[in-house]
């Protein structure tokens, strides 16, 4: 999503050499989203994996409806925008079928039934070969997975945002045999340690406006993160990849999906995935940061999430 927007100004070519660097080091699953740019994100990606297509695994979204210029329309689940969106994402990444198809947002105007109903026909037609969704509440996973099988939930999940352990969502999913796809593991680079003051962000990133970022909610989370970057320190690691070796030891049907729009925090990242935490190194996370540790919402309007 940052190489394209909300997180500053991006560089196409270090975008398209991340990515690279990306599969040689083993990652397989790279997610995406017609929403992003807009739409600018699938086509980067399609050109980063146009002679590799075999070695990803490739996720995309659709739901969050916008103009060509970037205006909002809504959030759109109607079964006749399903089938369109998917075949405008597929031209713009430049592949005949999506690995995993995720609803970004539920349309809280259209019956999950009909959204899941259109998405199973792409999977008939041979367009899209898995199924997910994202920021979905329990009720509304249990009725599309009654449709059709769900094989991915997204939602975010790190060290300040542990949601997910206590709305029913990661037990809905146990129970179902869906997988926990962890966006923003990384509390969106807070947990990094590298952001000690809002004006390290540059002027038209979208954190600016996002609550956690803000006023006392700023201060109050830089201090969860200086608790952060001690154990990592103890551990012999960095913040973020304590972050993400937390995410990972919650099991193996999470599966975290750091963004970067760098090689050198790429690298990083996936060296996380040979750390592992102690059971004592775990009790430690969760004294220092429990459930609800974080100040402020994680949106600055939260109606469109847990739906």
Not at 17 to 26: D, M, N, S, V
């Amino acid at each position: 999503m940052g190489m394209s927007e909300f997180y500053g100004t991006g560089d196409e070519a270090e975008s398209l050499a991340t990515i690279h660097r990306a599969l040689e080091l083993g990652v397989t699953l790279l997610d995406t989203a017609d929403m992003y740019g807009p739409f600018t994100n699938e086509a980067l990606v399609g050109a980063a994996i146009s002679k590799r297509r075999d070695e990803v695994v490739l996720a995309t979204k659709f739901g969050i409806e916008r103009a060509p210029d970037g205006t909002r329309v809504g959030v759109n689940g109607r079964p006749d925008y399903v089938r369109s969106a998917c075949d405008a994402s597929l031209r713009r990444l430049g592949v005949d079928h999506i690995d995993l198809y995720y609803q970004h947002r539920v349309d809280p105007d259209t019956p999950i039934e009909d959204t899941v109903g259109a998405m199973a026909e792409l999977v008939a037609a041979g367009k899209v070969r898995h199924l997910g969704l994202s920021e979905a509440a329990p009720d509304t996973i249990r009725r599309a997975h009654a449709v059709h099988p769900i094989t991915a939930l997204q939602t975010e999940w790190s060290l300040w945002t542990r949601d997910p352990e206590t709305d029913g969502v990661l037990d809905t999913v146990r129970q179902l045999g869906i997988g926990f796809v962890a966006y923003s593991p990384l509390g969106r680079g807070f947990l990094s340690g590298a952001i000690q003051t809002p004006e390290d962000l540059a002027e038209d990133d979208f954190r600016r406006h996002n609550p956690r970022f803000q006023g006392e909610n700023f201060q109050k989370n830089l201090q969860l993160v200086e608790q952060v970057k001690e154990i990592a320190a103890a551990k012999g690691v960095a913040p973020s990849q304590l972050a993400l070796a937390w995410v990972l030891a919650q099991g193996d049907d999470v599966v975290p999906i750091p963004g970067t729009k760098r090689r050198t925090y790429l690298e990083q990242n996936v060296a996380a995935d040979e750390i592992r935490l102690s059971d004592q190194e775990l009790r430690r996370v969760d004294e220092v940061l429990p459930v609800a540790a974080a100040a402020g919402d994680r949106y600055g309007d939260m109606t469109p999430v847990h739906r």
